[in-house]
Each structure stands twice: as C-alpha cells, then as structure tokens.
Antibody, heavy 122, light 110 residues
Framework: QVQLVESGGGVVQPGRSLRLSCAAS????????MYWVRQAPGKGLDWVAV????????YYLDSVKGRFTISRDNSKDTLYLQMNSLRVEDTAVYYC???????????????WGQGTLVTVSS | QSVLTQPPSVSAAPGQKVTISCSGS????????VSWYQQLSGTAPKLLMY???KRLSGIPDRFSGSKSGTSVTLAITGLQSGDEADYYC???????????FGGGTRLTVL
C-alpha cells in the first residue's frame, strides 16, 4: 500500500533553514508528480510546491518562491523540501502528497503523509 | 483569506442530507476541475472526489459532487457520525498559477 512518511520538522528561529524529507513506498515513485501542502495550526490547507515525476518541472506558492526548493531523489524514493529564510508565518504542519496519474502534474492529490510540524519562533 | 469560499460550518442529524458549497471565480472553478478532501480530527486530509464529481475508489456513493458555473457543491446523504470532519474544496487557479483551497467547512452530525 502507498505510504508517505515525512520527517525533518522541528523548531527553528526566523531566518534559519530546515530540510524536510518524505520517504515514499508502495508505488513507482519515479512515475508520479509529488507535492508539498501545509496547514498552519487551526487553519486551512495551503499548497506549497509541486515537482514533476522526472524533476524537470516545479511550481511554487508565490510567498515561498526564492526561499523554498522542492527536489526529489528517484533512486531513493524520497521527496525533499529545502526551506531557507524561514518566517514565523511558515509555521505549519507540512504534508507531502502524491499525484494520482502517472507522468502528469495534476491539481489534486490521492495520498497524503501524516505530516511534520515546522515551528518558526524566536 | 482563502481564494475559494466555503461556509465555516454545517450540521445535520444522522441519516439526513447535507450540502457544502464552494464558490470561486472564472480563474479557478469556472475553468478547472475541483476536488474535495475530508480531514478527520487530528489526521491528514483524504481525497474524496476529483474532477468535480468522480469518487475515489472506496468512497461510498453517499458522497456526490456537482458544479455550476463558478461554484461546486459536495452532497452527503445518509449522514453518519463518522462523517464528522472538516471538508475542503480545491482547484487550480489559472491566474495565480497555483492550487487553491477553500477555507474548510466543519461538518457536525447532531
């Protein structure tokens, strides 16, 4: 069965960096687009970034452009999110999610991980 | 402020029907597909519906989706206590070039 397990969250000061990982299993990782979606405490969902199955196409939420970088290692079935210049407003649970259709970047996600909490605070 | 607009809460008794609306604009719902997610308390969101009205495999036919213009509706019939959750709509916004969500609707089964 599909499993997505995020790690790397924690407490970090404003301006510092953090890298999240998402270990995937149960499907052919290199065939599917992958996503990061975040949820601030008690708030709704915010899409953060998407990376195509081959790593050639990436898109970001405007507020994270230039600060966050999504990447993947298809040899390790792992998705990453490098977060630099973190701000208090980046505090959220970060979920990785899988695209539903092989080889296609879609606008919805069929499997989600359990999330990892990032807290940006001085 | 979310790009898509949902009512903050809805409620109904067990066995009844409830509808959750999601309104947007010509840049998102008006020209792109909508998906719906269910988030039970303390858990990750789960995909329920995609492409406006298609149910993910395993989702009961008590859940249905419809679209009209720049609005969509999720309907749940035969309400059960296990349906208590937050529900989110999502779509692609062709102007923002981003996936956008509604603010979420909390369903309470009375």
């Amino acid at each position: 069965q599909v499993q997505l397990v995020e790690s790397g969250g924690g407490v970090v000061q404003p301006g510092r960096s953090l890298r999240l990982s998402c270990a995937a299993s149960g499907f052919t990782f290199n065939s599917y687009a992958m996503y990061w979606v975040r949820q601030a405490p008690g708030k709704g969902l915010d899409w953060v970034a998407v990376l195509s199955h081959d790593g050639n196409n990436e898109y970001y939420l405007d507020s994270v452009k230039g600060r966050f970088t999504i990447s993947r290692d298809n040899s390790k079935d792992t998705l990453y999110l490098q977060m630099n210049s973190l701000r208090v407003e980046d505090t959220a649970v970060y979920y990785c999610a899988k695209g539903p259709i092989s080889g296609v970047v879609t606008h919805y996600f069929d499997y989600w991980g359990q999330g990892t909490l990032v807290t940006v605070s001085s | 402020q979310s790009v898509l607009t949902q009512p903050p809460s809805v409620s109904a008794a067990p066995g009844q029907k409830v509808t959750i609306s999601c309104s947007g604009s010509s840049a998102n719902i008006g020209k792109n597909f909508v998906s719906w997610y269910q988030q039970l308390s303390g858990t990750a969101p789960k995909l329920l519906m995609y492409e406006n009205n298609k149910r993910l495999s395993g989702i009961p036919d008590r859940f249905s989706g419809s679209k009209s213009g720049t609005s969509v509706t999720l309907a749940i019939t035969g309400l059960q206590s296990g349906d208590e959750a937050d529900y989110y709509c999502g779509s692609w916004d062709s102007s923002l070039y981003a996936v956008v969500f509604g603010g979420g609707t909390r369903l309470t089964v009375l």
